[in-house]
């Protein structure tokens, strides 16, 4: 049951799933339908795998960086607290390892602003009453979560591909 599942190979990087992974969709599905309210528990689980999404993306960074600098990443394993990117070895050079520790964090700087750019974007094309959207419209709510979420990857999540 704790095994790993493949999830996909995404620029040669074999990308995996740990088992205990899902215990965290299991528990949100689990204490909503205790809660009641199934359907929020559905967005929640929603929201974490695109929040999920958004870890792959940063091992992704931390993995390309170090590939620039010849160093392989055997692979990437998604936990329920976070994602590990599995690099062969340590760069060489002491700014390498900086380059490789930030370009995780830097990916989700981008996401952040893209949302962010998407967002504004959408407020000024279609105003909110135009695009039928309440203020507490779910879609929105979701937008605005992500967003958040990634500025919180883009500072706290640390030590994930190995590095200081
Ligand atoms: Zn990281």
């Known amino acids: 049951m704790f095994g790993s599942l493949k999830l996909g190979r995404f620029?040669?990087?074999?990308?995996?799933?740990?088992?205990?992974?899902?215990?965290?969709?299991?528990?949100?599905?689990?204490?909503?339908?205790?809660?009641?309210?199934?359907?929020?528990?559905?967005?929640?689980?929603?929201?974490?795998?695109?929040?999920?999404?958004?870890?792959?993306?940063?091992?992704?960074?931390?993995?390309?960086?170090?590939?620039?600098?010849?160093?392989?990443?055997?692979?990437?394993?998604?936990?329920?607290?976070?994602?590990v990117a599995s690099l062969e070895r340590m760069p060489e050079k002491p700014h390498q390892e900086i380059v490789i520790a930030l370009a995780g964090p830097a990916v989700n700087l981008v996401i952040a602003a893209g949302l962010f750019v998407g967002m504004l974007g959408g407020a000024v094309a279609f105003p909110r009453s135009l695009a039928g959207l309440s203020a507490t419209d779910p879609l929105d709510g979701f937008v605005t979560q992500l967003l958040t979420a990634n500025v919180f990857l883009m500072l706290f999540n640390r030590g994930c591909c190995g590095l200081p």
């Open 11 to 83: 620029f040669g990087i074999d990308t995996n799933i740990h088992g205990t992974f899902w215990l965290l969709p299991l528990f949100v599905l689990v204490s909503g339908a205790a809660a009641g309210d199934v359907t929020a528990a559905f967005g929640q689980v929603a929201f974490l795998f695109a929040l999920f999404g958004c870890v792959v993306l940063h091992e992704i960074g931390h993995a390309l960086a170090a590939r620039y600098y010849g160093v392989r990443t055997r692979d990437i394993t998604l936990y329920p607290i976070g994602g």
